[in-house]
């Protein structure tokens, strides 16, 4: 057992009101400069939607993230370098600029130097990128709110169009934010040929070295999430960097720190490293979700601790680890899920899934429903379980019904408590747990003060020299994973001016049949 630390993050979804303050706060201090136009490291997307880039969840057209071989190994569904370098000067898996959307402002200046008219000055939408006139026609949130209006846009609504369609009068829709996953087992990383993206040792984030970035850009295309974006003014790579700054001082992310319903939840988790590999190459996609929680260790367990503080994990980082909201979310109580477990990155942004309106779905021929009486309901919620389990289960819906049972049963459960002074130890017991975890679900899900819902430690500076020199693992070091860096190996780099490109490089060259380097 090899123990890391993780940050990582939760959202509950029943508390977005999707008002995009995360997004715009994150774009005003990562990328509001040139180059970054069309990028948002955070965006809140309607669900059913579209999304963005443009249907990213469509794996078999995009082919980001992992898939297991004809021996149940793990492989880039984009495939392996020779493939790559087939497709050097044009990768068929990567978005352009449209599936994300053409940026735009407004010809303020008209307005403020029309001169006396009979008719009002109109301010023109012009293209970020060229300048010219520009038609708007796609955004980062241009289905917002529009529930599903173009559903065959969803590639999560594939299965079930007839069941959308027969319910439209029913119309249903939720927000569901995304930012970088961060993940475990990061495809990105294991695409990146140049070794620029890597997953830091002492807390998984993951990030890219700007100085050895050379713009191939398989990282865009090998991000399931399509989290990584090109930044075209500085030909390098950017994404996400869970505000790293913030977090080594103890602070939360921008997103975190500006969210106006309170839905995000940052902290650590600890977990085996050994077992990623193993974690993420169970062949039943179904099970992914049991092999990733089954990786992540209880905190509260000696032996854990023990072998922790041998891997160097500081005292302070095993109390936060602790007391994190992020494990008693989605392991503890298992009511927060991971988006997209299929693609096999274990991704460490989690989710509490919606409990939308389901008293309304019992009230029929005058009968009023029990607002405390609710199970019954969870099939026939306007969120269709399947859609959900599509999302956040590999199409499990018996882990959905399970988290939503715990939910409803949180709610009744504390509305007795508290509304009629009637404890029901019954309703804890039918979702196997005792009255005092419902209270604490409540207590983190609905009233949690700041200091509960973000518990991070700060970063241990005198570990810098130690954790640089390990930060060429890439955090994880099995065969053929991220932590091989691309092309190179694991390990420390003697040489910081050597990079994995060379060997890669060399490839191209023979390729080209010239001696010039190829451009990216």
């Known amino acids: 057992m090899h123990v890391k630390a993780q940050v990582a993050m939760v959202m509950n979804l029943d508390k977005c009101i999707g008002c995009h303050t995360c997004s715009v ?3 005003q201090v990562w990328t509001n400069r040139p ?25 078999e057209r ?27 000067f044009a990768n068929p898996d990567m978005p352009q600029i449209d599936d994300y959307y053409e940026p735009w402002s407004y010809d303020f200046r008209t307005l403020i130097d029309a001169p006396l008219s009979d008719a009002d000055p109109v301010a023109t939408p012009r293209s970020q990128l060229t300048g010219d006139r520009l038609a708007p026609r796609w955004g980062p949130n241009w289905d917002d709110g529009l529930a599903g209006a173009d559903a065959a846009t969803d590639p999560q609504l594939a299965t079930m169009q007839e069941q959308v369609r027969m319910q439209y009068e029913e119309a249903f829709y939720f927000f569901l934010p995304r930012i970088c996953e961060h993940c475990m087992n990061p495809s990105c990383v294991a695409s990146c040929p140049s070794g620029a993206m890597y997953k830091r040792e002492e807390d998984g984030i993951v990030l890219v070295d700007q100085e050895r970035c050379r713009g191939w850009r398989y990282c865009v295309s090998g991000c399931p999430y399509k989290k990584v974006y090109f930044n075209h003014g ?17 602070q939360p992310t921008v ?8 839905i995000r939840y940052l902290g650590l988790v600890l977990y085996d490293a050994d077992r990623v590999q193993e974690a993420a190459s169970v062949p039943d996609e179904r099970e992914l979700l049991h092999a990733q929680r089954s990786i992540m260790l209880d905190p509260d367990d000696p032996s854990v601790r023990e072998q ?10 095993l109390e936060a680890a602790s007391r994190s909201p992020v494990y008693t979310l989605a392991v503890r109580y298992g009511v927060a899920l991971p988006l997209h ?16 309106p389901i008293v309304s779905t019992l009230e029929h021929d005058g009968y009023e429903a029990d607002p405390d009486d609710v199970f019954p309901a969870i099939d026939h919620m306007r969120i269709p379980v399947e859609y959900i389990a599509g999302l956040l289960s590999a199409g499990d819906t018996g882990v959905v019904r399970d988290v939503l049972h715990r939910l409803a049963a949180m709610r009744a459960y504390m509305r007795k408590r508290e509304v009629l002074g009637v404890e029901e130890p019954a309703i804890a017991s039918a979702v196997g747990l005792e009255g005092s975890d419902l209270e604490t679900l409540y207590r983190l899900l609905a009233i949690a003060k700041y200091h509960d819902r973000y518990v991070i430690p700060l970063a241990h500076t005198e570990l810098a020299e130690r954790l640089t020199e390990q930060q060429g693992s890439c955090g994880l070091d099995f065969a053929g994973g991220p932590g091989s860096c691309g092309a190179s190996g694991g390990g420390p780099r003697e040489d910081p001016e050597q990079t994995p490109i060379d060997s890669f490089m060399l490839n191209v060259t023979q390729v080209r049949g010239s001696g010039g380097e190829a451009a990216p």
């Open 234 to 250: 500085t030909g390098k790579a950017e994404k996400c960097t869970l505000c790293y700054p913030r977090i080594e001082q103890g």
């Open 255 to 262: 997103c975190s720190e500006t969210c106006v319903g309170r």
């Open 62 to 88: 995009w082919n980001g993230g992992w898939t297991l071989d004809r021996r149940g190994r793990l492989k880039l569904k984009a495939g392996g370098q020779v493939k790559k370098l087939l497709g050097i």
């Open 25 to 27: 706060t994150c774009k």
């Open 35 to 59: 180059g970054t136009e069309y990028v948002w490291f955070n965006n809140v997307e309607t669900k059913p939607g579209a999304g963005y880039p443009r249907q990213w969840s469509d794996q």
């Open 341 to 356: 477990p299929e693609y096999r990155t274990l991704p460490m942004v989690w989710y509490v899934p919606p409990l939308s």
């Open 308 to 317: 922790a503080r041998r891997d160097g994990i500081p005292d302070d980082w």
